[in-house]
């Protein structure tokens, strides 16, 4: 009934259409397609805020629907990121590789070309092979397929033995985190096959256009992160808004009572896990090549933590939210700490927001956790008149999420 | 003229010491003046020699003073002397025989002998048989001490004249120990040598396996046919299992006993030397982009006769089957090897049990500061279930706190011992601040607890970076902290590891006291299993959360200025720690002490081990221990010390 | 009358402390039973273990005409068997309408995929239409649970353990903190249900035992102590000693 779908969220219609006429402002504003008021650099940075705003819809469906705080989606992210980045540096260094041999007496064997490629790729960390994980760099399809499949798998195998075993709540934020610095602590390691702390460089460069200048090309990118993010809204608009969103929901407030209605809980909850985290190994592998280089210290557990503070700001449980949030929060941040904002004379301090901008934000987030839960997406209420449920006994608070906690029960 | 007058002076100078009524010290310094005054260390030794074997009481000063620049000789006769500085430009010359001064001169009339390091250098091997003789025991020691450093065949003979006399009992042992590994190094007689090997056996120390290593070095070597009986080999290496084909073929062209193979790259180069018009050996240039063609190119110039015939991989094979390849000990006495390698064994299996030892001692260490990081989080994580993802940072300002004090209180010792309480008192104040703001708000809330703390750790770790900038800054421990309490060559561990380890186990006897036997424990215990109960009992619940927050973070307070002294204490320090310090909490098990400490000691331990078996490699053992976590908890997802039943509240 | 459910010789101890010791138990497939006891008696862990929330020590647990062993599955597969489970505190989903509470609840099938793809049909409408009818909420579907009554949700939560359609229906407390009309309907509710199958309640409140009119077993340390009927076993010395007389 997709009539019906729609009519009950009407929230798709609005953001897709908000979505669309974005697209099109930013078009006509950019250097590649219109009158060139927004500069090229600013194109990308909009673009890698869709990204952003798509791995934090993902990061609404595990938490704000499912209660799962996890603290390693942008390790999901990364991997994405590094998987699509591979297919990148290996096309751009082949053809550089191959240029430059052109000129040579004797035309290069395959051999000696991959031998090349190998060399300018890892002589950074001290080797020349190709190590086993590069088999497939040099086909598109094959990398594509692993931008989906790295995450899931790892979300599959992680999920699988942390959900298995019943670990829940803070628990499982910290067995997250956990992951994601040993896996960034491994992708530290120069023999981890992906260059060590040097990460992937020169992803901005799309292998086959080379003649295509970066303004055309930024706004290609934005157009697909803009597309992602349309799709993967309604997406996950869809499946939480039938009996699916119910069970998730329900496994939010009151995992055990799901459990006795006979519902496998730990395959909802794995089902949802793999796929925000396949969903954000995609935005991973649309904002890399934005950002052109990518290396271990973006997948920090720090970096999770931020995207939880995005969705929390935003006001989770709304995919809408998530979007503001992440939208809001990396693109203030991003202007504080560019050192464009001037600076506060106090006469005894002057306050330089890049030194400072941290502590607003953290000490905002505190405000926002304590005063503000819902957070801007609280304001949607307010106009739409949307109350929240009155619940029994004593103000648990307003975050649902909290439900599902022990403690809340005791 | 003026030739024949310089050639009467020189003439003078060396009839004079003759006539003069010369002791026999000078003496002998005139017999070798010219080489004195002209030294070269090619030439010098029978020089030195013969002064150290003239057995005259003087020879010790002479070479001494000789080796320390202080001989002059005197223009207008050519005597040697020792002076010392009398006045700006003056010295005051002694004679060697009679040491009885000779008078003041002004530096113009004298000239310094200078020898060079190499000869000074002579001159001490030489020095040493005097030493070794002095009366003055530190002396005696010191030569042993230089012997020890920079062992040589010709003191061999000294060290072994001087044990006889030696009534020192403890020098006797060092001279009879050194001379054990002198002879096993340089004796020339093997069966001496074997039993000096044998007798070293056991020990752990690190010359012992210094001495005993380079006997055992080999060689790399090959024979055509079979192995050669007649050399002491260590063992046969295989082409392909122990040496690659490639790296014994390199060594057969090396020895020019067989010819190189022409390489891919080889192949290139040539076929790129002899393109005429496009085409080479028959094939155009641009067809050769597979290496089957350009092997078919050379061949066809190779058959023409203008290249070399290519020697295939095929033939490397045949080539080195003819020969076998050996590691060929140094040494040529295999009774010498043997028994080194006897007594190396026994020796390695005994150092095998101390490094496990040592890295017991590491891994306590480690687990200590596991410990002390986590037990402040047992407390509040453990005891009164909130996450303070901010519980790094007050780790971090008690370690900055330490500095600060520091920087007040030059005295290390006072600094220290005033920085531990005020640290507390920093951190307690900053813990129940939090608690009061931020923390109450949120008490079974847990995951907004998490988020929240979240935003002050970041809040206050950017505080600190504008506070104190991002380098680090020192905790300088104080003296009687430095150094190492050494076991043996192999075990060893630093006072600070051990006042950490002291530190961790007062702190858990506090804990368990301040729980078990104070009425604020028992307040604590009360609010944290039933809060609605304990306050109907006149408990305020307020307070004792905010004391027991309190506690908790003074504790990570104190815990800063331990760990500053051990790392350097960045804004980041806190970070460091807190994922293992969660990690040490949820392994452990919760609420409870002693599931903190088991899991500090599992967690501390297994990294150490991890480390050990791959010890090029912090960060994958980082990596490997997460992992073992995740998979442990697999199994006790409560930890090791979990509550069963009910309590538990699953 | 066959047997729905057999426990036979169970026991579980938590450090130590043996909560239920050597039980043995068994209901037929249409009956009303009563299990009552003083506090510590073991009631909950009893509905622990049949629910698999709580694996036993020993002993076996063996359900349905198939006799299969309930210790073997977890707590969603026992749900699944038919064994429903309704917890002393109401727990609804507070922040979802009853609709899709008791929609939630319907007997489907209850894996992932099947539950994604979903489409509400006409019969499960009118499903959950016919409950809300029989537990009095025909008028508050469109609500949010979190706004019902404490009794309204005590009948929405029995309301679902219906809609699962389960063959034994665990009750923990029905009645506590009603209104002695809210009773009155629960009572009612228990009573047809257990037309159709087994149904076990736990109680406090002896005159709502007296209402179900029920065989009543007696539970002390973890063991059976007396069965029968109400006033066979009030009148057991034992369980005066131990339960009635304090």
């Known amino acids: 009934m997709p009539r019906s779908f729609i009519f009950r969220n009407p929230s798709i219609l609005v953001f897709i259409g908000c979505l669309a006429v974005f697209t099109v402002v930013v078009t006509v504003l950019s250097e590649g397609f219109g009158i060139g008021f927004l500069s090229t650099s600013f194109i990308k940075t909009l673009g890698k805020t869709l990204a952003l705003c798509l791995v934090a819809i993902s990061m609404d469906l595990v938490w704000g629907y499912c209660g799962i705080l996890s603290l390693g989606h942008f390790a999901f992210f990364g991997l994405g990121g590094y998987m699509i980045g591979m297919w990148l540096m290996y096309e751009r260094t082949r053809d550089i590789v191959v240029t430059s041999m052109a000129s040579a007496e004797i035309p290069p064997t395959q051999q000696e070309v991959k031998d090349a490629i190998g060399n300018q790729i890892f002589g950074v ?13 040099g086909s598109l399809p094959a990398q594509l397929a692993l931008v989906v499949l790295v995450p899931g798998l790892l979300a599959l195998v992680f999920g699988w033995l942390a959900f298995r075993s019943r670990v829940t709540g803070v628990y499982l934020s910290i067995l997250t985190q956990a992951m994601t610095l040993a896996l960034s602590l491994y992708l530290f390691q120069n023999d981890s096959g992906l260059r060590g702390n040097n990460g992937l460089s020169g992803l901005q460069n799309l292998p086959g256009a080379n003649n295509v200048p970066q303004a055309i090309i930024s706004v290609w990118f934005l157009w697909g992160s803009a597309l992602a993010l349309g799709l993967g809204y309604v997406l996950f608009t869809w499946v939480v808004s039938g009996k699916f969103g119910s069970v998730i929901r329900g496994i939010r407030d009151d995992e055990a009572r799901v459990r006795f209605l006979g519902y496998p809980v730990e395959a909802y909850k794995l089902f949802i896990f793999v796929l925000s985290a396949v969903v954000a190994g995609i935005a991973g592998a649309l904002y890399y090549p934005q950002a052109g280089i990518i290396n271990p210290a973006e997948m920090a557990p720090i970096a999770s933590i931020y995207l939880a503070v995005w969705v929390a700001i935003g006001g989770r449980g709304r995919f809408y939210g998530a979007v503001i949030g992440a939208a809001f929060v990396s693109l203030v941040s991003t202007w504080f700490t560019s050192g464009q904002v001037p600076s506060i004379h106090l006469g005894f301090y002057t306050v330089d927001w890049v030194d400072w901008w941290q502590v607003v934000l953290g000490l905002s987030f505190v405000l926002v956790t304590l005063y503000a839960p819902r957070g801007i997406g609280g304001l949607f209420d307010l106009i739409s008149g949307r109350i929240a449920p009155n619940r029994h006994g004593a103000d648990l608070g307003p975050g649902a999420g909290s439900l599902q906690e022990k403690e809340a029960i005791e | 003229m003026r030739i024949f007058f310089l050639a009467l002076v020189a003439l003078l100078f060396l009839v004079s010491p003759l006539s003069a009524q010369n002791g026999p010290v000078q003496t002998l310094l005139q017999d070798n003046r010219a080489k004195i005054i002209k030294s070269s260390r090619k030439s010098i030794q029978p020089t030195i020699d013969a002064i150290a074997s003239s057995g005259l009481p003087q020879a010790q000063l002479v070479l001494q003073k000789w080796q320390a620049r202080e001989i002059w000789q005197r223009k207008a006769d050519g005597l040697f002397f020792y002076g010392e500085k009398a006045a700006p430009k003056a010295y005051r010359l002694f004679d060697f025989d009679s040491a009885e001064p000779v008078g003041e001169f002004p530096k113009k009339q004298l000239k310094l002998v200078k020898p060079n390091s190499g000869v000074r250098a002579l001159i001490g091997t030489s020095l040493v048989q005097f030493q070794l003789n002095d009366p003055d025991a530190a002396l005696r020691r010191a030569a042993l001490l230089s012997i020890e450093r920079d062992p040589a065949v010709e003191l061999l003979a000294p060290l072994r004249a001087s044990i006889g006399a030696e009534s020192n009992v403890d020098i006797l042992t060092l001279k009879q120990r050194l001379n054990t590994l002198l002879t096993i190094r340089f004796d020339t007689d093997p069966e001496t040598r074997i039993a000096a090997i044998k007798e070293v056996a ?89 290496l089957g063609a350009r092997i078919k190119a050379y061949d066809n110039l190779a058959a023409s006769g203008t290249v070399p015939p290519r ?26 090897t043997d028994a080194a390698r006897k007594t190396l064994e026994g020796i390695q299996t005994r150092v095998g049990f101390n490094q496990a030892l040592d890295l017991g001692l590491d891994a306590l260490s480690l687990a200590s500061i596991y410990f002390l990081a986590a037990i402040g989080l ?99 421990s104080p003296g009687w902290l430095d150094g190492a309490w050494v076991l043996n060559d192999v075990v060893s561990i630093s006072y600070i590891r051990i006042a950490i380890f002291v530190l961790a186990l007062a702190f858990l006897t506090l804990f368990l006291f301040i729980m078990k036997r104070t009425r604020f424990g028992l307040e604590t215990r009360a609010v944290t299993q039933n ?120 | 009358m066959n047997t729905i459910l057999e426990v036979s010789g169970v026991s579980v101890s938590f450090d130590g402390f043996k909560a239920i010791n050597n039980l043995t138990f068994t209901i037929g497939s249409a009956e009303m039973r009563a299990i009552i006891g003083p506090n510590g008696a073991g009631k909950t862990t009893f509905m622990d273990i049949v629910t698999g929330k709580t694996k036993p020590d020993e002993g076996h647990v063996v359900f349905g005409e198939k006799a299969i062993s309930l210790l073997r599955l977890n707590e969603a597969q026992i749900a699944q068997a038919g064994v429903g489970r309704k917890f002393q505190r109401p727990t609804v989903f507070e922040d979802q309408s009853v609709f899709d509470n008791l929609l939630l609840a319907l007997r489907k099938k209850r894996g992932p995929l099947a539950v994604l793809f979903y489409l509400q049909s006409r019969e499960d409408r009118a499903k959950v239409e016919q409950l809300a009818m029989e537990i009095g909420l025909k008028d508050q579907l469109e609500r949010k649970s979190g706004e019902l009554s404490h009794g309204q949700k005590q009948w929405l939560e029995i309301g679902m353990l219906l809609a699962q359609d389960p063959k034994v229906l665990l009750v923990d407390e029905p009645a506590a903190g009603m209104t002695p009309e809210e009773r009155e309907h629960t009572t009612g509710l228990l009573v047809e249900a ?15 035992v007296r209402r179900l009119n029920c065989k009543v077993t007696v539970l002390h340390e973890g063991s059976v102590l007396a069965e029968g009927s109400l006033d066979h076993v009030t009148k057991n010395q034992e369980v005066i000693d131990v339960y009635l007389g304090r």
């Not at chain 2, 002490?593 to 088991?598: C, K, S, V």
């Open chain 1, 125 to 137: 960390v001290g080797s020349s092979d190709f190590p086993a994980i590069w088999t497939l760099a």
């Open chain 2, 202 to 290: 056991g020990d752990l120390g690190v010359d012992v396996r210094a001495t005993l290593n380079p006997l055992l070095t080999t060689d790399l070597a090959f024979a055509e046919g079979a192995l050669p009986e007649s050399k002491n080999i260590a063992a046969q290496r295989v082409v392909g299992e122990d040496i690659t084909a490639a790296a014994a073929y390199e060594m057969l062209v090396a020895a020019n006993r067989a010819p190189t193979v022409t390489t891919a790259n080889e192949i290139r180069k040539v076929l790129a030397a002899h393109i005429v018009g496009g085409q080479v050996g028959g094939a155009a240039v641009a067809t050769l982009d597979d």
């Open chain 2, 531 to 650: 809060p609605r109960m304990a306050s109907s009992m006149g408990i305020n619940p307020d307070r004792v959360n905010m004391l027991t927050f309190g506690l908790g973070s003074g504790i990570a307070g104190v815990a800063g200025v331990a760990i500053g002294l051990y790392a350097k204490v960045t804004s980041e320090l806190g970070a460091d720690y807190i994922v293992q310090s969660f990690m040490t909490v949820v392994v452990g098990g919760v609420g409870n002490i002693w599931g903190a400490l088991l899991g500090a000691t599992m967690i501390g331990s297994l990294q150490k081990g991890i480390e050990w078996l791959n010890p090029s490699n912090t960060l994958a053992a980082q990596t490997y221990m997460i992992i073992f976590i995740i998979i442990f908890i697999q199994f006790r997802p409560r930890g090791v010390i979990a509550l069963k039943g009910r309590a538990a509240g699953d």
């Open chain 2, 378 to 476: 047992a407390i509040t994580f453990g005891v009164m279930g909130v996450i303070n993802m901010a519980h790094g940072e007050f780790i971090m300002m008690g370690a900055y706190t330490g500095y600060v004090v520091q920087q007040i209180i030059p005295d290390y010792t006072i600094s220290l011992i005033v920085a531990l309480p005020a640290a507390f008192v920093v951190t307690f104040a900053a813990g129940v601040a939090m608690e009061r703001l931020v923390i109450r708000w949120l008490y079974h809330r847990p995951l907004e607890t998490l988020l929240a703390t979240f935003g002050i750790s970041i809040a206050v770790q950017q505080i600190a970076k504008n506070i104190f900038g991002t380098q680090a800054r020192p905790l300088t």
């Open chain 2, 311 to 336: 020697i295939a991989e095929v033939e490397r094979e045949a080539t080195l089957a003819s020969f076998v390849f050996y590691d060929l000990y140094k040494e040529p006495a295999k009774a010498v």
């Open chain 3, 194 to 208: 257990a037309k159709t199958r087994a149904v076990v309640v736990v109680e406090h409140d002896m005159e709502f």
